[in-house]
């Protein structure tokens, strides 16, 4: 009887605290009105240069926007990573004789390597 485990990776998922708060502010943006509109807006006439750039500064919606993709770049592609190591475990029906004596249980770890240039070449495809 033979039991094969894999390990489990999740590459969609960002682990960035500043992340999850930007996407969250952006998701409620009445709750957060008082941060996008610090008591530092300039009063008084402003140019369209002027309204374009504070709005890319303070929209929260944009902010996540340049988060998630700031969060994306520092990823490695799965394409790039290792596969992921496996576990075995084999209990045999019957003890089995070796040299170290007798064993009913078998355990064992593994994990591909493929040559670097296969590696880069699948990650440049």
Do not use: F, W
């Not at 045999?92 to 593994?110: F, K, Y």
């Amino acid at each position: 009887m033979g039991l094969v485990v894999a390990g489990c990776r999740n590459v969609d998922r960002i682990r960035d605290a500043e992340y999850v708060e930007v996407v969250h502010r952006a998701s409620y943006p009445t709750a957060v009105a008082e941060e996008i509109l610090p008591p530092d807006t300039p009063e008084g006439p402003m140019s369209l240069d002027d309204c374009v750039r504070l709005a890319l500064e303070r929209n929260p919606k944009i902010q996540a926007a340049r988060k998630k993709i700031e969060a994306m770049a520092y990823r490695v592609p799965s394409a790039a990573s290792l596969p992921d190591p496996t576990m075995s475990i084999t209990a045999a029906p019957a003890p089995i004789q070796t040299a170290a004596g007798e064993q009913d249980l078998l355990l064992g770890v593994s994990q591909k390597v493929p040559l670097r240039r296969k590696l880069e070449a699948k990650a440049d495809a």
